[in-house]
C-alpha cells in the first residue's frame, strides 16, 4: 500500500497536488511501527514537495496520538499549519473559572498560559463535555479551531502564529463572536480605560498659570554655586570649602599633645 501511494503522487499530473490521508492513526495501525510510519510520511513529504512547490501533504489524527509530537517537529517539515479543533465549552470553563476569556478580551499571554495546559488534557475535556458535571458539547455542528502556523523562514528561530477561529456546519470559518454556543461570553476587545487626572474635582488649586511657572523658573537655587558646576582648570586641583556651622565644636588644641610619640 506505502508503495502505492508513493506511485500515484510521482504519477499525478504536473500541477498543484493536495494529498490528504484521512487515517493517519489506522495506517500506523496496519503498518505496525511508529518509526516506520514516521518514515513512510517523510518520504511521502518529500515527494510531494518535488512534485510541485506549491503541493502540500494534509495528515488527520485524532487525539491523544504519539504521532502528533513527531510530525509537528522541525526536522520533519520547517513549514506547518496545525489545526485542532477544541469543544466551545472549553472556551466558556476559561472564561468563567479563570475569569480570561479568548484574545481580543483579554491579554493574549495570559490566555493562552491558561488554555494550551488545559486543552492538552483530555480526560479533563472529556469531563467538561460528558461528565457528570459536564455542560455538553452545545451545538454539535460548532467547534473552534486552534490554528498554528509556522513559517520556513527565518532561520533557527522560525515565526509561529497561534490563533482561535470558530467553524460552524451552516458558515465554515468564521469568527468566534458568530458561534451561538460562544454567545454568553463578551468577546469584545479591550478598551483602554482613560486614567483620571487627580487635580480635577477637588476644592483647590493644584495646577500653576504661565506667570507662576516663569516666576518659579526664576528662583535661584539654594548652592553656592547656583546650580552651576565648579569649572576647573587643568592646573588647578579640586579642593573643599567648609563654612563651620555655629553648632561645631572647632578646637584648635591637639587633643594627643600630652602623648610621647
Known sequence: ?????????????????????????????????????????????????????????????????????????????????????HPPVLLTHIATEYLTPPPPASHEAKFWSIFLPISERGYDIEQLVFGGQGRGCGDPDEFVAEVVVRSAEGGRKRAVERVLEGWSSADGPCDLTTLSSLKSLRLKALVAQPTSDPTQNVSFNLTLTVSQQESRAQVPLPYAHEGKPLSLTNNQAGAIFYDPDSADDIDDDDPDEDLDI
Not at 500515484?8 to 497536488?17: F, G, I, T
Not at 490521508?21 to 500506523?28: E, K, M, N, P, R
Not at 518520504?43 to 489524527?61: G, M, P, T, W, Y
Open 1 to 85: 500500500m506505502r508503495d502505492q501511494i508513493i506511485t500515484a503522487v510521482k504519477q499525478a499530473p504536473p500541477r498543484s497536488l493536495n494529498v490528504v490521508i484521512d487515517a493517519v492513526d489506522i495506517l500506523a495501525s496496519d503498518i505496525g511501527s511508529l518509526s516506520e510510519t514516521y518514515k513512510f510520511l517523510k518520504e511521502l513529504l518529500r515527494v510531494v514537495h518535488k512534485h510541485s512547490q506549491d503541493s502540500r501533504l494534509i495528515l488527520h489524527l485524532l487525539r491523544p496520538s504519539p504521532l502528533i509530537h513527531l510530525l509537528t517537529e522541525t526536522r520533519f517539515s520547517p513549514s506547518l499549519t496545525l489545526v485542532t479543533a
